[in-house]
């Protein structure tokens, strides 16, 4: 059974940075395409950014140049470096695979953009 487990969340100023890891209870995870995405207050859930086992990652407009993705698969752990943070970024932030698998779905961390 995999395990995903978010941290890094907080309450950071507009223009700030925060850095969320997602780690993985087992190396199987290695084999998949993994993403990050978020679901503001009012809004369905989104994929922001994924990466494949290779290396390839793709962005959504919301955060292109803003954010970036990355893994390692040693450390079974995906992170989020999320830079130029504004207020529309507050939400719950998650990782799964890329696409998700439901059973993945887990807590997530909260970020918070506020002044």
């Known amino acids: 059974q995999v395990q995903l487990v978010e941290s890094g969340g907080g309450t950071v100023q507009p223009g700030g940075s925060l850095r969320l890891s997602c780690i993985a209870s087992?190396?199987?995870?290695?084999?998949?395409?993994m993403g990050w995405y978020r679901q503001g207050p009012g809004n369905k859930r989104v994929l922001l950014a994924s990466?494949?086992?290779?290396?390839?990652?793709h962005y959504a407009d919301s955060v292109e140049g803003r954010f970036t993705i990355s893994r390692d698969g040693a450390e079974n752990t995906a992170y989020l470096q999320m830079n130029n943070l504004t207020p529309e970024d507050t939400a719950v932030y998650y990782c799964?695979?890329?696409?998700?698998?439901?059973?993945?779905w887990s807590q997530g961390t909260r970020v918070t953009v506020s002044s």
């Open positions: 087992v190396s199987t995870i290695t084999v998949y395409a």
């Open positions: 990466i494949t086992e290779s290396g390839i990652t």
């Open positions: 799964n695979a890329a696409p998700p698998v439901e059973k993945y």
